[in-house]
C-alpha cells in the first residue's frame, strides 16, 4: 500500500495563491498521480492528474488555467498550484496514487482544507 500525505492547506483570500504538496511512498517514479476535491455537501470533483512521465496532463474544467500540478521524483512529490482562487474552490483537497499506471487511484491521503474567503 502506498503512504500519501497532502500538505500546504490553509486559509486565503480571494484572488491568491497557495501551492499544495503531495508525497507518495514507495516506487513513485512510476506512479500516475491525481488531485480532487471536496466540498461540503457535494461529490467529489477531480481536480487535476500527471502521468508518471509527466507528458499527459489533464485538469478539471472550472480549475483549467488557474491551476497547475507538476511533479518531482526525486522527492517523491506532487503539487498542485493554485491561483486567482475563488471562494468555490473551498474543499478539503485530496491526493491520489495510482500505482499500476492504469488511471485507477487505488491510495488516497487525508486530505487537506483549503478555504478561500472572498
Known amino acids: 500500500q502506498v503512504h500519501v500525505v497532502e500538505s500546504g492547506g490553509g486559509r486565503v483570500e480571494a484572488g491568491d495563491s497557495l501551492l499544495l504538496s503531495c508525497t507518495a511512498s514507495g516506487n513513485f517514479r512510476i506512479y500516475n498521480m491525481g488531485w480532487f476535491r471536496q466540498a461540503p455537501g457535494k461529490e467529489r470533483e477531480f481536480v487535476a492528474s500527471?502521468?508518471?512521465?509527466?507528458?499527459?496532463?489533464d485538469y478539471g474544467p472550472s480549475v483549467e488555467g488557474r491551476f497547475t500540478i507538476s511533479r518531482d521524483n526525486a522527492k517523491k512529490t506532487v503539487f498542485l498550484h493554485m491561483t486567482n482562487l475563488k471562494s468555490e474552490d473551498t474543499a478539503v483537497y485530496y491526493c491520489a496514487a495510482d500505482p499500476d499506471s492504469d488511471w485507477t487511484y487505488d491510495d488516497w491521503g487525508q486530505g487537506t482544507q483549503v478555504t478561500v474567503s472572498s
Open positions: 500527471i502521468s508518471w512521465s509527466s507528458i499527459t496532463i
